[in-house]
T-cell receptor, first 113, second 114 residues
Framework: SQKIEQNSEALNIQEGKTATLTCNYT??????LQWYRQDPGRGPVFLLL?????KEKRKERLKVTFDTTLKQSLFHITASQPADSATYLCALDYNTGGFKTIFGAGTRLFVKA | GAVVSQHPSRVICKSGTSVKIECRSLDFQATTMFWYRQFPKQSLMLMAT?????????EQGVEKDKFLINHASLTLSTLTVTSAHPEDSSFYIC??????????FGPGTRLLVL
């Protein structure tokens, strides 16, 4: 069956370090992959989109890589801050005659001061 | 940037009653809106795709007679949970699509059915 896996265990890191979150998927051929931030009790906020023919995308302190051979995306936050603490969701968009978006369950990130 | 609002932000209702949740795109028009539900520590699950002026497309396993969706204008979609039961208690989130790749999410509505 089709699946998106994100580490269900929370990631705890020290302020200033780089946080790296992983998204693995099976049985999809996604057209593109997106990362969202979700704070408790709030809707997701779009961060970055990377297409299947792109290897890497950057936006300020954020970097996303996309390896379609490994079926994996890595999401990096450099110089992390306590304000970066949130749940980060990976989402795949694939074409089934129309685009459909499937979300992972997210990984909770805690950045300690 | 594009802003999507939801109302109410949280609602408590008695079992058997109906609840309406509104989703509005405040500064843009959206021909397509999506409705999701999210249980604690789980992923967003797409319930239905709402297209302005036409019937919603429901995902497998979602009862269309229980979750009524109306997309009457380019800025408003509503989800009505009919005859709500405690198992319908969840976090309901809408999103509005501005392009095939971009969805803007509302802040969510927390529903508690007693």
């Amino acid at each position: 069956s089709q699946k998106i896996e994100q580490n269900s265990e929370a990631l705890n890191i020290q302020e200033g370090k780089t946080a790296t979150l992983t998204c693995n998927y099976t049985n999809y051929s996604p057209a593109y992959l997106q990362w969202y931030r979700q704070d408790p009790g709030r809707g997701p906020v779009f961060l970055l989109l990377i297409r299947e023919n792109e290897k890497e995308k950057r936006k300020e302190r954020l970097k996303v890589t996309f390896d379609t051979t490994l079926k994996q995306s890595l999401f990096h936050i450099t110089a992390s801050q306590p304000a970066d603490s949130a749940t980060y969701l990976c989402a795949l968009d694939y074409n089934t005659g129309g685009f459909k978006t499937i979300f992972g369950a997210g990984t909770r990130l805690f950045v300690k001061a | 940037g594009a802003v999507v609002s939801q109302h109410p932000s949280r609602v408590i209702c008695k079992s058997g009653t109906s609840v309406k949740i509104e989703c509005r795109s405040l500064d843009f028009q959206a021909t397509t809106m999506f409705w999701y539900r999210q249980f604690p520590k789980q992923s967003l699950m797409l319930m239905a795709t709402s297209n302005e002026g036409s019937k919603a497309t429901y995902e497998q396993g979602v009862e269309k007679d229980k979750f009524l969706i109306n997309h009457a204008s380019l800025t408003l979609s509503t989800l009505t949970v009919t005859s709500a039961h405690p198992e319908d208690s969840s976090f309901y989130i809408c999103s509005a699509q501005t392009s095939p790749q971009t969805q803007y999410f509302g802040p969510g509505t927390r529903l508690l059915v007693l």
